[in-house]
């Protein structure tokens, strides 16, 4: 089974990132976690270009979503919202919307700042986008507030947030495992 994790953040030393990558290390055996980095090459969507056919970037986005099993997302709060390339990013992959790969994929939706409410706003704005394209999201919220207190050398050092961390990558690949299941079911 396969997760693709797609961090929010450009960032080099992102919080976001190294949340992605604590998570990788929370996984049960036979499951493994990518970390899409691609999101700064993504050029901004533009319908014109799409129907010209999808630029190299986007389409590698587009077929590594396809080719995963769950999304998890790991986004930073920009005004209150999410960040410009993340939500430009799932932009392209909502169109056509019929064709997404996000359709009906179990996703999740974390998030870490320095502020005091640990992205909250950006993980609901990306939670509705992701329904709004089709993704199965989990109503799940793992705000990492203080984000700059709670990592050191990369690696999450609060025991509180890498259990809840664990919970949610949990819940999101027992929500894969019961769509391949399905899947298998009904073929």
Not at 28 to 52: A, K, M, T
Not at 116 to 144: C, H, N, Y
């Amino acid at each position: 089974m396969r997760i693709l994790a797609i961090s929010g953040s450009l960032r080099r030393g992102s919080h976001n990132t190294a949340l992605l990558r604590a998570a990788a290390d929370l996984l049960p055996p036979g499951v493994e976690l990518v970390i899409h980095d691609g999101l700064r090459d993504i050029p901004p969507y533009d319908d014109d270009v799409r129907e010209r056919g999808r630029p190299a970037p986007v389409q590698r986005l587009w077929d590594e979503v396809e080719e995963a099993d769950a999304v998890l997302v790991s986004t930073p709060e920009y005004n209150h919202s999410i960040p410009g390339q993340l939500k430009n990013a799932l932009d392209w992959l909502s169109r056509p919307l019929a064709e997404s790969p996000l359709r009906n994929k179990p996703a999740a939706v974390v998030g870490a700042s320095t502020g005091m409410f640990g992205a909250v706003w950006a993980q609901a704005e990306t939670r509705k986008v992701l329904s709004a394209i089709g993704a199965r999201v989990l109503d799940v919220e793992l705000p990492v507030p203080t984000a700059h207190e709670r990592f050191e050398d990369g690696r999450l050092t609060d025991p509180e947030i890498e259990q809840a961390l664990a919970d949610v990558v949990n819940q999101l690949v027992a929500a894969a495992r019961e769509r391949a299941e399905a899947k298998a079911a009904a073929a």
